[in-house]
């Protein structure tokens, strides 16, 4: 069996929990159709944040959608919050079913 | 003696500093803060609801006035002294020229404790220091352009957590009134002073964290941490004064002008100026002023708000 | 005077509306949800560790009797008036035909706070009555075939977590009895109302998400979430009084089949009927019955009960 | 350095919590054998889902398991959930270093 | 009777057993934990504060050598009977040598439900009596070369949560004193049984996942689950009495004896000897001893201490 | 638009909670630069773990590093912990925009 499946770009991004209302909105307004959030921590350039409290705490986004979209988005992340937040983000290939819906 | 609360701080600290690999679960601490929030907001509520409401307008007034001369004094010290950058002061300033609700809570405990009363509107007064800090510190980063977005800045702090839980407590608390809050009191009233102990002692944890950051910074930043809410202090006092506090109210008034925010203000300055760097403010407002203020402040400022001021509890 | 606990729901609700940023951790809400089913199921089983438990059977047939006939009734009606699909009507007339334990909650709050008795069997009650509706709904959407697996189902329905622990509680109450009880009242039992008021703060942000849907379904389902909780409710008065339950007891009984579940309930039909839409269901369940209930309809329906049955408190 | 490793295909399913047991108990079924799931929030076509309550959060589930496992198992994911449930789900390429035990 | 904590114990195993699909949050654990571990040690801390330390030190010598005792006697009976590989049967005789807090919880509240007093220094001993067994276990384990990590062991254990809590707690009890604490006595006191009884509902789960383990293993580990707290029992009694306890301070020290840990040794043992297997001993402490011990163990050792080491109440 | 990316490895380790912190202090060791940590459950050969306390709780590491630095995290978890420990860990390619920070 194979079953047919198309690729799809995943971008995923963590960055500080204090964006992610203002982040979620970016996204609506850059017509992106859906993502998953869940919380996280972590270390980088930034220090070490342990999510002791939300001011320490880290969140993971993923989105799925075309290579396009998602190469706009990062370029949309570069521009304003690489400079000032602490951010991660990058892209991977997925393949998923049903390729209308991303 | 030194608060029992005030010794889950140090505890707190002490364990954070020894590396200890006590951590309390997330949840908890965003729970303790909903509720510290909300039971300030009952009490003050509880006692707006047995008195007029409209002599409130000019204490507001000037403790917005307070906000605003203590955010301006600070920038002057961190640029003309410290030599910071404008963000960076214009934010580190903000802090300081807001209020902390944790401080708050442990000068009301330190005041139910010795038996000082205090007017019920230091929890509207408590609301609303919030709140001017954080315009005149986009002000001072940014000027009064166009590149910051009101609206959604006004929405953050009016509607952030820690106004929205003071505002709803006290409307609450001022609509049911001392018989109808009743039920609610063995949760609200009777648990407050062991909960501020549990998250005191999450707050020396967190503390904890900020000393590394102290040591890269260097003694300014110390300095500041301790000067700068003894000036303001007395700029509390002050308009405490003039707006005829009792000395209850008084020794609460110097309290929060000597505060610095660590939660409304860090995640306004995020947003609004985010070239700024948070760890700098923080380390200051949280592992120097927070710790000075409950430990030694407090006491301090209530010394000099009976003596100097000659109010008698 | 409304009860301080629904002003937290209330407050809660203008806090969502108001698009505030406040937002309480899952887990709290998830211990505040199993807190109040322990100490309702506890206080219910103290209650009975007093009494002889057989003529309860009868009654416990009474109320299964009810929730099958509230099912089947709003089944009509969304089928008949709301022209809801099969599926549809199914599984929003199963929410119906069951219980909200808030509602049930706030309902012996109100009895509690006006020093009005009830009969400890009402917790069991509350138990037996989350469960017909589920069956009910199930066979009104498939037929009595062989596409639901039952066994499944069976264990979700009476091993979920809401049975679960008012069962697991009305045991140790019944078991400990009251004096094998004192040493746990003081969280189990002095703390009900506080918790129940945070609880319900949750609930008031949680039925604000529900505007967006409302609004999308128009006004049938306003209706509908309205009308449905008054014709229940005279079931339930009838109910009651045919098998002999105080005023306070009629009362909750009353509230209980007003009410319409919000847990137990869209759980077992996301798995049992997954074709229907959940949004719709809760939208009316949450976002218009239950407001309703808690606001208007428990001192409606005491007042039913007291001036149409006659009862006496 | 090289080290030898082989592919396997990591199945990433993103749902209602509400299904969780469900699901597992399928996959035990489909003779998965080992799984991992953490706790989400996230929008799509049904809306926000913001996890304020059990009824409004999600799961991510990751199965690491051969290509064809992976591909049965998105068909029955097809089959039995994508019509009715909040739901997406998406393969992906991973190297692992024990082969025998995916 | 059995007390009604007990209680909840039972219902989470029964719930648990009968794969109820109740699950408490993580979080909410850990915050029962922490608690717990707080009020054991302000507790302790308080009844300290009115008495000299030094004449502790013997005493506390005494109880690490019963905790040497223990694990060596654990070990031996692993080897020579159940015919554990070194690894395992030492990490096994870790958790016996050492105890368990929770059951000393348990112990505590059976003694207050029947007023009976015990030593301040019991909470000291608790927390002394969690280390020995760790080192020993370790020792027996890998021989005393350099392959284990002491410094960072030592740090885990002497700074892991449990210690740091019951030390951070009896400090605070201790500097503060029976008034200082009295502002918190109404969260870390009057609520700590309702709160243990919630923490032994969630014990009652967990313990339930361990029939699985125990089933596979077969029948020596429920003997040795079973006899190994009755001989550490005999131990920890003629220890308490050649130190001078009094019937509640002996109740609780036997009992303490009998007592397997299931948080501080596994995490230890997890790091330092990875190769025992971590699911046997679990099962042994978690799925026999600590069941036998809350509900048969505590009433039969007071019923020791009373009748054949002759102390009276 | 073409973003011009490059491409690193990102090493995910799924194990037990216990574990976190000395794997943290080996990354640190090994000279990672970063990684993000987040809570999960899941089931394998060590049994189910439900994370319903912590000695049952898993945790899920992402590192994003080159393929080499990824290739000797995957050699020392394999010597240190395969053997004794709930673990599963694997390899994928991601690409990213700022190569220099990885
Ligand atoms: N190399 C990395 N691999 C995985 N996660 C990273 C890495 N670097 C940073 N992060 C995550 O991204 C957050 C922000 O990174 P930074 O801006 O470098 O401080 C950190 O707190 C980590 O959670
Ligand atoms: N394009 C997407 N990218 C990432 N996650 C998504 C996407 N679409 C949906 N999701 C997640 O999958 C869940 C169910 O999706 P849906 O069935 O589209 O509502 C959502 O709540 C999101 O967590
Ligand atoms: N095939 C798999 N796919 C995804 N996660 C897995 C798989 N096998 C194991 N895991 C995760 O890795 C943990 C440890 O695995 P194990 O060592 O096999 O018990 C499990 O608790 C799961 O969370
Ligand atoms: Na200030
Ligand atoms: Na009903
Ligand atoms: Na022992």
Redesign the pocket.
Known sequence: MTLPTEHRSLVVV???TALEQTLLRDFDRLAVRGYTVSD??????????DAAWDEAA?I?IEVICSRDQAESLLQHLQTHYYAD????AFLQDVEVVRPDKF | MIDVVVLFFVFGLAAGLARSELKLPGALYETLTVFLLLAIGLKGGEGLSRQPLAPLLPQLAAVIALGVAQTLLAYALLRGVGRFGRSDAAATAAHYGSVSVATFAVGMNWLAVRNIGFEPQMTIILAVMEVPAIMVGIVLARGIGKQTDWRTLAHETFLGKGVTLLLGGMAIGWAAGPDGLAPVKPVFYDLFKGTLALFLLEMGLIVSRQIGELRKRGWFIVGFGLLMPLLSALLGLATGMAIGLSAGGLTLLTTLAASASYIAVPAAMRLAVPEANPAVSLAAALGITFPFNIIVGIPFYHWLTTSIAGATP
């Open positions: 963590i960055t500080e996280a921590r972590g270390k980088g350039t930034h220090g070490v944040r880290n993971r937040f602490a951010m991660v």
